[in-house]
Nanobody, 122 residues
Framework: QVQLVESGGGVVQDGGSLRLSCTAS????????MGWFRQAPGKEREFVAA????????YYADSVKGRFTVSRDNAKNTAYLQMNSLKPDDTGVYYC???????????????WGQGTQVTVSS
C-alpha cells in the first residue's frame, strides 16, 4: 500500500504561482509514474500532468502547457507540480496519484492522495 500526501495548496491571485508537493510512503517510489489531477466544483476530475518513473518523460493537459511543470525527486519520495501564471479556471482540488503505467487516464493510477485545495482569485 502506498500513501500519498499533498501539500502546498492555498489562495493566490490571478497570475500568481504555487508549488504543490506529493510525498509517498513507499521505498519503491521510483517504480511508479506520478500523475496530477484536479477537480473543480461541479465538474469531473481531469488530468493535469504526469511524470514517468525516472522523470525523463512528462505529459501535460493542453490547458496547462507552458504554465505548469511536473517533476520528481526520487531520493525524497516526492513529486512536484510547479504552477505559474495561474488563472481562476485553475481553481479546484488537486490530487496526486501513483501508478505503474505512465499515462493520462485516471483509471490507470492505483493510489491517490487526499487532495489539496487551490483557489485562484480574480
Amino acid at each position: 500500500q502506498v500513501q500519498l500526501v499533498e501539500s502546498g495548496g492555498g489562495v493566490v491571485q490571478d497570475g500568481g504561482s504555487l508549488r504543490l508537493s506529493c510525498t509517498a510512503s513507499t521505498r519503491t517510489f521510483n517504480r511508479y509514474a506520478m500523475g496530477w489531477f484536479r477537480q473543480a466544483p461541479g465538474k469531473e476530475r481531469e488530468f493535469v500532468a504526469a511524470v514517468s518513473w525516472n522523470g525523463g518523460s512528462t505529459y501535460y493537459a493542453d490547458s496547462v502547457k507552458g504554465r505548469f511543470t511536473v517533476s520528481r525527486d526520487n531520493a525524497k519520495n516526492t513529486a512536484y507540480l510547479q504552477m505559474n501564471s495561474l488563472k481562476p479556471d485553475d481553481t479546484g482540488v488537486y490530487y496526486c496519484a501513483a501508478g505503474e503505467a505512465f499515462q493520462m487516464g485516471a483509471l490507470g493510477y492505483d493510489y491517490w492522495g487526499q487532495g489539496t485545495q487551490v483557489t485562484v482569485s480574480s
